[in-house]
């Protein structure tokens, strides 16, 4: 019922899994108990309820469709998502993504951007998940609204308007309807949690382990100041787009597999876009366990890899093309040097400082600023071209290789971090191609994790380079 588990053996994991609180499954299942009709994550940490009154989903929506309400305590609205490697079809995979989006898009929209029709998507969603695609995207907002009464001290007005619902009216009776609960029921009691001049504290989780010194050295490497900036403890960006702007900072708490995000924006109906594009810039959503097992088996030595290696991303695509092209033949230290005057010259000013520059500033500029060849600009010019004429849309790789100076190694990663797609091997990369010669490897086998490889092998490298210094 409504995308119950029903499998024996899956069962069985899970149950041990729910009886031992591993943290390495939250997020990938959810534990519903007919007696009290409440869902929760498996990292639950009230009293353990009998096996024979738990039903198990994959889903939080799920879950809730089939009548149970979301627990008050281990927040299920804020575990992480569960991964591709589940199996999902390809187009409900990104049907979740975009119904999931706030503020919601109409069906039709949707279906359109998919490339199926909206009675197709209609029954793809209801024979996959259990559920048509309006009701789906109603589950998304009510727990994104959740999350945010219990982890910031935003109005209910505000809330509402953040997770899609426009009025506080409309927020409570479909949260009535839904979960037979009130804004003010779920919201209890809002505890290190604040809001000055639109400032929100959230919490985002992620599966240990989790290798936050690789992730803060990658990115402080490549950080652009004045837009991004990386401490010991903490990731934080400046933002802007056009309809809000703002500043997102993450800091890492080990302790608690999880980053204390701290928001100030413009436009709250832009807070589930802006955090979840920081979750995966973070690479929250990853399980390092598959992957460090599948880089196992292409070859790296289980002394040498990487635990708990995660795929840092860039914050648009956009943006990581133009990185792409502007580290064409140099190094990360000139390519830098290139970026920086990008920004310094194009970018947007805001009250905290200065944007990445949107894709009409770079279309428009001759970019006289930029030493290099005249080619490479023009290249820089047409990604920008193509950015603008597509909008929100997501790129296409047959797009980007037909852009005149856009190759195979700039497509990949301008793919691999700014769509953060998890199978893109950079095998024409001049360290990548090194250290593939010191550790012999099968790219092959390493699918659909491929991306990894690629980072474990540049982080090989790298340790290569401090151990001769």
């Known amino acids: 019922m409504y995308g119950e588990v029903k499998d024996s053996e899956q069962i069985k994991q899970y149950s041990q899994a729910r009886q031992s609180r591993d943290p390495r499954f939250d997020g990938h299942f959810f534990v519903a108990v007919i007696s009290t009709g409440i869902f929760c994550r498996p990292v639950c940490p009230a009293r353990l309820p009998s096996e024979i009154n738990v039903r198990y ?18 927040r299920p609205d804020s575990a992480p998502l569960s991964p591709a490697w589940l199996g999902v079809a390809s187009t409900v995979q990104r049907a979740e993504r975009l119904l999931s989006e706030i503020p919601p898009q109409p069906v039709s929209k949707i279906a359109c951007r998919l490339g199926v029709s909206p009675r197709y998507l209609h029954r793809l969603m209801s024979s996959r998940v259990g559920m048509p695609p309006v009701v789906w995207q109603k589950y998304q907002q009510l727990l994104f609204a959740k999350r945010l009464l219990q982890q910031s001290s935003l109005s209910v007005e505000d809330v509402a308007v953040a997770s899609g619902f426009n009025s506080a009216r409309r927020l409570q009776i479909t949260m009535k309807k839904y979960w037979k609960l009130t804004p003010s029921q779920c919201r209890g009691h809002v505890k290190n949690a604040f809001c000055i001049h639109r400032q929100i504290n959230m919490t985002v989780y992620f599966r240990a382990p989790y290798h936050w010194p690789f992730v803060r050295d990658f990115l402080a490497v490549r950080a652009i100041p004045g837009t991004e900036d990386v401490t010991t403890s903490s990731y934080r960006r400046i933002f802007s787009s056009q309809n809000c702007q703002g500043v997102i900072e993450a800091t890492y708490q080990g302790s608690k597999n999880a980053f204390a995000v701290t928001l100030t924006i413009s436009n709250l109906s832009a807070v589930r876009r802006i955090v979840e594009n920081l979750t995966r810039v973070l690479d929250l959503h990853a399980d390092p366990q598959v992957i460090e097992a599948a880089l196992a088996r292409a070859g790296i030595p289980q002394s040498r890899l990487c635990e708990g290696i995660r795929l840092p991303g860039v914050w648009s695509a956009f943006e990581a093309g133009c990185r792409a092209i502007l580290g064409q033949q140099v190094s990360v230290k000139a390519a830098m040097n290139n970026l920086m005057k990008l920004v310094q010259h194009l970018g947007e000013e805001t009250d905290s400082g200065r944007a990445f520059p949107s894709p009409k500033r770079v279309a428009d500029d001759p970019l006289t600023f930029l030493k290099m060849p005249e080619v490479r600009k023009q ?39 700014g769509e953060s797609e998890p199978d893109r091997f950079l095998g024409s990369d001049l360290v990548v191609r090194k250290m593939s010669e010191q ?6 086998v390493a699918a659909p994790w491929r991306s990894y490889l690629t980072l474990q092998l540049w982080q090989l490298a790298n340790e290569r380079t401090a151990k001769a210094e």
């Not at 989903?57 to 281990?74: D, E, I, K, T």
């Not at 290249?379 to 597509?390: C, G, P, Q, S, T």
């Not at 550790?439 to 092959?444: A, G, K, M, T």
Request: proline letters at 6%; one cysteine or more; charged letters at 25%.
């Open 379 to 417: 290249a820089l010019r047409n990604l920008a071209v193509y950015f603008n004429d597509i909008g929100d849309e997501r790129p296409e790789e047959r797009d980007l290789l037909a852009l005149k100076g856009i190759g195979p190694w700039t497509a990949d990663y301008l793919m691999m971090r």
């Open 57 to 74: 989903y994959l889903h939080a929506a799920q879950a809730a469709h089939a009548g149970f309400r979301p627990c008050l305590r281990c």
């Open 439 to 444: 550790f012999p490897v099968n790219d092959e």
